[in-house]
């Protein structure tokens, strides 16, 4: 199947022929529908927790104790890839063969040109430029004028830009970037006891000096303002992680004579989290910002998630270490059981039947892995994974994040679960992702291969099939202890449209 010249080109990726030859596989065979039990909810357990006033109270007396000890904790910002598709639609309007706004996108836009944050920088290219004001032009209605200002290389380049370096916010000392206010973010609930705030982001080889640069040009005032020091580190999606592309009958597809390889999607990340030093890792999407003036509820929320992750931990040691010396109780074991379904919402119908030692076995394989308490948001329509209950491959049940095309839809009882769905996923995570003994744990060794997807794509103008690796929120945390709480929907600012920003959380 492969040539000396493919496997020059798959070694050179720091892949193996077996590697290659699976994902091939997995074309054929496509992946497996996840077995649900229910969709998450508020209900007594449902799998989705609320606290009262006094219960976040000790919440965030945990979390700001935690932080008072010898812990690590980082923010992790997935922040690859270009804007290109925030601008969809202007770019649509570039092409039109119409010269005034047409579409009710683009009229919002046009009318509201000096509302965006960018604003001051696209009146200083137009003036450069054009020898006018932004305002001139938009009164002139020269509006693809200033649309190729904004997106194009000539311009602010922002059609090819990462949505971590758009401004996004206006302040009376200027604009913020999406990347900016991540850095405040984290002033504002991950600094240590020596003030230190940890970040990192993962970006695009192409966009790197970029951050790099706009990193050195913020950080001063941020500090200062803060009373902080930042560590800032950087990654790349590693071209391990790229999966093969495969044409219509499975072979591998091929360009210009060389095998085709494509990112693997944000489950590639994984191996990115795992090489962290850490022992608390807040995962946030880098669109997901609000100014200043509205930071406090997602600061409170974060702690909130942070302390409940800290406060389960350290129960799940407790009975760690508990069960490695062997002087428990059935009394204790019971106490465990009730732990696991209680409170991870892990259960086992037949755990009653298995004999003393297989369960020890059991709940040591249970407790000790990676864990995560992830925010989840009533939906009102906005796309993001599902909270579901799921059964495992040996049998048990555990809370898990799903995507639709991870769900049988033409079973009606799974359609039926799915649309009793109340909430989703706003990529809201906090993880733990040392053991018991204070080592790292190997993530990728948590990730279910059976969760990836394939998908429909093309390459100068030839379909091809592309194979999703499990996402990084979803199967590639599929095998970590998992906790679901309600978080209020302010918490959750996606600016997926460059119209998005002139919702009023960004203004």
């Known amino acids: ?214 990193t050195q040009r913020v950080r001063a005032s941020i500090e200062e303002k803060y009373g902080v020091s930042f560590d800032i580190s950087f990654s790349e999606q590693k071209a391990s992680t790229d999966t093969i592309a495969a044409a219509a009958d499975n072979t591998p597809f091929r360009d210009k004579g060389k095998l085709l390889f494509r990112p693997g999607g944000h489950g590639a990340l994984i191996e990115n989290l795992n090489d962290l030093t850490a022992d608390v890792v807040f995962i946030k999407n880098i669109d997901n910002v609000v100014p200043d003036r509205l930071k406090d509820t997602t600061v409170h929320y974060k702690k909130v998630l942070a302390g409940l992750l800290v406060s389960l931990q350290a129960k799940a040691f407790d009975y760690l270490r508990l069960l490695d010396s062997g002087k428990y109780s059935h009394e204790q074991l019971i106490e465990i059981i009730q732990f696991l379904q209680q409170q991870l919402f892990t259960r086992k119908d037949d755990i009653k039947d298995m004999e003393d030692g297989d369960l020890v076995l059991y709940l040591k394989e249970k407790l000790n892995r990676p864990m995560r308490i992830c925010g989840m948001v009533r939906n009102e329509g906005e796309p993001g994974g599902g909270p579901f209950l799921v059964y495992n491959e040996d049998g048990s049940v555990s809370l898990q994040i799903l995507e639709s095309s991870q769900i049988d839809m033409s079973d009606p009882a799974k359609v039926a679960m799915f649309k ?55 199967g590639a945390m599929s095998n970590w202890n998992t906790v679901f709480v309600e978080v209020p929907i302010a918490t959750f600012n996606p600016v997926k449209t460059v119209n998005d920003l002139l919702r009023e959380q960004h203004q």
């Open 1 to 214: 199947m492969f040539s000396a010249e493919d496997l020059k080109q798959i070694a050179a990726k720091g892949m193996t022929e077996e590697q290659v030859a699976k994902q091939l596989h997995c074309f054929e065979t496509g992946f497996p529908y996840l077995q649900l039990a229910a969709s998450a909810s508020l209900e007594k357990g449902g799998g989705i927790l609320t606290f009262s006033e006094e219960e976040e109270n000790q919440l965030l007396a945990a979390w700001d104790a935690y932080l008072q000890g010898d812990h690590q904790v980082v923010k992790f910002v997935p922040a690859s890839g270009a804007a290109s598709r925030m601008f969809k639609d202007l770019f649509a309007f570039l092409e039109a063969d119409y010269e005034e706004p047409s579409t009710n996108f683009e009229k919002v836009f046009c009318s509201h040109i000096e509302c965006f944050a960018f604003s001051p920088e696209l009146d200083a290219v137009c003036q450069e430029k054009e020898g006018k004001s932004l305002k001139d032009l938009a009164e002139a209605k020269q509006y693809k004028t200033i649309v190729k200002y904004l997106l194009m290389p000539e311009g602010l380049n922002y059609g090819s830009l990462p949505k971590g370096l758009l401004s996004f916010h206006s302040y009376p000392e200027g604009n913020r970037k999406a990347m900016t206010e991540h850095l405040v973010e984290g002033a504002l609930y991950t600094r240590d006891t020596e003030n230190n705030v940890r970040l990192h982001f993962t970006v695009s080889p192409e966009h790197r000096s970029l951050f790099e640069a706009e």
């Open 420 to 474: 009793k769905g109340s909430h989703f996923n706003p990529v809201d995570l906090v993880c733990a992702i040392k053991n018991y003994q204070g080592e790292a744990f190997k993530l990728p060794a948590y990730v279910d291969p059976k969760t990836g997807f394939i998908s429909s794509k093309s390459k100068s103008g030839q379909e091809l099939k592309a194979l999703e690796l499990p996402g990084l929120w979803n």
